[in-house]
């Protein structure tokens, strides 16, 4: 049976699959990153988890994986298959598609983590169906996946989509990226978490525990939650003046708090548009299993623009 290999590579794990040409998953595997070995051993260990499911394949399927997809957090190359930098991988500058094409004998497509996983929550999951939608990941930072008639738009460096680092409070709180006052600063999991550990005076509570104070009618929990609600709406504001999407697909950890999340955001958005469109905004649908579904979409657009080369010639 025809199929490719998916695979999504974590901070801390690696989640694969075998795809089948409908997208069906085959099987499903994970394992660990190994980071804390350095960044040489989470390369080989990524090469050697692909080979055993390019074999796993061959054995159950009758034939090898025709194709690999593999999403990579941080900075990602597509165009040249690059995995760029990522800080919680320690790597740089690293050849990932054309190694694996060595090692697997197949071709290989390399995406951003955040891109691929918006990729299939914009084909497959809560986007199915829009031409145009934006996918926003409120995680430990904040990204966003811009999605075009079933594709997304990687840009011309590859930066694309990285709306948490729009500026919404000019001279606020410095951000790593070296700019002050970026939206992932007030509006992220990690900083519902931080703002509500200091207010609530509980060094380990977070952004979960925020949503549930706000839940049960903290009034300090809502002034938490409300301050990153109005930051997240002046940047995603920014975001559909330019974008323009008929769907906003929100996802990541602070999206799990569901109605809590959303009730507000969509009125804070509602009172911000003057001439632009409200778009649907809709919470993501396919979990952590995004990336591994997107990866292995790649993986089925790089044979699809194969097969039409090869009938083209």
């Known amino acids: 049976m025809r ?97 694996l094409a060595q090692r697997l004998g197949v071709p290989v497509a390399l995406g951003h983590d955040v891109r691929t996983g918006g990729l299939a929550e914009g084909r497959v999951g809560a986007g199915r169906g829009a031409d145009r939608f934006l996918f926003v990941a409120l995680g430990t930072g904040i990204a966003g996946a811009i999605g075009v008639d079933g594709r997304v738009e990687a840009g011309a460096h590859g930066f694309a989509g990285e709306i ?47 949503a549930k104070a706000v839940d049960s009618g903290d009034p300090m929990a809502r002034a938490v939650w409300q301050q990153a609600v109005d930051a997240l709406a002046d940047g995603l504001v920014t975001a559909l003046t330019l974008l323009d999407p008929r769907t906003l697909i929100v996802g990541g950890g602070l999206a799990e708090a569901g109605e809590t999340l959303f009730a507000p955001l969509r009125e804070a958005i509602r009172r911000r548009i003057t001439f632009q469109k409200q778009p649907t905004i809709v919470p993501a649908a396919l979990g952590d299993s995004a990336g591994c579904l997107g990866a292995g979409l790649l993986a089925w657009d790089l044979l699809t623009s194969t097969d039409r080369s090869e009938v083209s010639t």
Not at 24 to 35: C, F, G, I, K
Not at 56 to 62: A, L, V
């Open 3 to 99: 199929h490719v290999i998916a695979l999504d590579v974590g901070g801390t794990g690696m989640k694969a699959a075998l795809a089948g040409p409908e997208g069906e998953v085959l099987h499903r595997a994970r394992r660990p990153t190994e980071r804390a070995l350095g960044p040489d051993a989470v390369v080989t260990g990524i090469l050697d988890f692909a080979a055993e499911l390019s074999a796993y394949g061959t054995e159950h399927f009758g034939t090898p994986a025709s194709a690999a997809g593999v999403a990579v957090p941080g900075i990602v190359d597509e165009a040249h298959g690059v995995a760029v930098y990522a800080a919680n991988l320690g790597w740089r500058d690293v050849p990932l598609r054309d190694l």
């Open 164 to 210: 948490g680092h729009i500026v919404v409070r000019p001279g606020g709180a410095p951000c790593p990226c070296g700019q002050h006052g970026c939206l992932e600063r007030f509006a992220s999991a990690a900083a519902v978490s931080e703002a509500w550990a200091a207010a609530s005076g509980d060094p380990g509570a977070d952004a979960a525990d925020c």
